[in-house]
């Protein structure tokens, strides 16, 4: 198969209504074609291309800031001379300074399929620019490594944040390509818009949104595999958490655990409050130790979670429900554990990190409530994924 960026690459017709034009580019570490070349570099030699600028997305154009809330600068890109402006420093939204540099900007992103990747609300904001300042924006497609499925509960009205762009489910199901159309639509926006589609993708084929012919490049530090992207809509909850993700280890984002938890007693309650959740992965139980982050230097016990190999099923993987049990089973465990990390998560002031996550209070209202079960928690959110599947159909490209 071919992602958008190999298809813009070998089809000069493909890029015809570029030629004249000052392009840009916004990419990451993980913006490479099918040989490992980075979109920038390739995009330099091809001829009828004038590149005229870049811009890096949160964790920067060379994904080297590791943390969230670690800013990066703008700086001109020392090969092709050009200057690189960040949209996670001094601002968020690309200035009209910023917009003046190009009139057609590539976003060549690779997402994890959740709302929360911060990638979504800045191609949200990259789209607000181009319509208020006449630019065009081509989306070059990539898979959306979750699949289709789609999980968790609408993001509520006055939640928008940095990690929510819009009123979505956690799990979304969408390419970058296909949440483009579904951002103009919803936020009714006038702008030239065109995605470059890939050739090949199927979701529901091997690999099950990643295709297992091509490599996996980290999108951000903390993104190594296909297992993270897969546990990630259920994993990045735990950032509002006092619980460890596995930041500081080798498997972030595809644990949970703590120096004060039985791990072993965690997924037994799990297992007796609502088995169904736990189907298609395998939970484990490992000790570890973060050398930074949450509980840095501290032995842990905790659970890994295994989305891969034979006992993967992708049909009946649900992330979002199983981090959102682990949770409940560490507060009836633990009377009066403190689970919610009070701090400004990604900016925003004034409320729970773990409710700026979910897009509002209803998931950490169900998990601290000790008589809600499993069927109140999917009387709140299979409506709310029954909606978001049946709106899909006008912007599916696959």
């Given at each position: ?27 990451h570490p993980a913006s490479v074609t099918s040989d490992l070349t980075h979109s920038l570099d390739v995009l330099a030699t091809l ?314 209070p209803a998931l950490r209202e169900w998990i601290e409530n000790p008589s809600s079960n499993a069927k109140d928690l999917e009387a ?13 159909g006008d912007h599916l490209l696959y």
């Open positions: 198969m071919k992602f958008g960026i190999d298809r813009l690459v070998e089809d000069a017709e493909i890029r015809r209504p570029l030629a004249g034009k000052r392009v840009a580019l916004l990419a001829e009828g291309i004038n590149l005229t600028a870049a811009f890096g997305p949160q964790h920067g154009l060379r994904g080297d800031k590791q943390d969230n809330m670690v800013e990066t600068e703008d700086f001109l890109d020392p090969v092709h001379n050009i200057p690189v402006f960040s949209l996670y420093g001094e601002v968020r939204r690309p200035t009209a300074e910023s917009m003046e540099t190009f009139d057609v900007i590539l976003i060549d992103l690779q997402d994890l399929g959740c709302r929360i990747y911060t990638f979504i609300t800045t191609l949200r904001y990259m789209l607000e620019a181009a319509a208020e300042h006449g630019k065009t924006v081509w989306v070059l497609d990539r898979p959306n490594p979750a699949g289709r499925p789609i999980e968790g509960m609408l993001l509520e009205q006055g939640w928008e944040s940095f990690v929510g762009a819009g009123p979505m489910p956690m799990r979304h199901g969408l390419t970058m390509g296909e949440m483009g159309h579904w951002l103009i639509s919803h936020l009714g926006l006038d702008v030239d818009y065109k995605v470059i589609p890939m050739q090949g993708w199927q979701p529901e084929g091997p690999g099950f949104g990643w295709p297992e012919d091509r490599i996996w490049i980290n999108p951000s530090p903390n993104a190594p595999n296909v297992n993270m992207a897969r546990a990630y809509a259920g994993t990045v909850m735990l950032e509002g958490t006092t619980l460890s993700e596995g930041r500081g280890t080798t498997r972030p984002l595809e644990l949970f655990g703590a120096p004060d938890i039985d791990a072993r007693a965690v997924i037994a309650e799990m297992q007796r409050t609502a088995p169904q959740w736990l189907n298609g992965c395998v939970l484990r139980e490992i000790w570890f130790e973060p050398t930074f982050h949450k509980h840095q230097g501290q032995l842990c016990n905790g659970v890994q979670i295994h989305a891969e190999g034979p006992a993967y099923d992708h049909a009946s993987f649900r992330p979002w429900r199983l981090q959102a049990l682990g949770l409940k089973a560490i507060g009836t465990l633990y009377s009066g554990y403190e689970l919610w990390r009070d701090f400004p998560y990604e900016y925003e002031e004034g409320r729970l990190a773990f409710d700026v996550i979910n897009g509002g709140i959110a299979a409506p709310d994924e029954r909606a978001w599947e049946e709106m899909l």
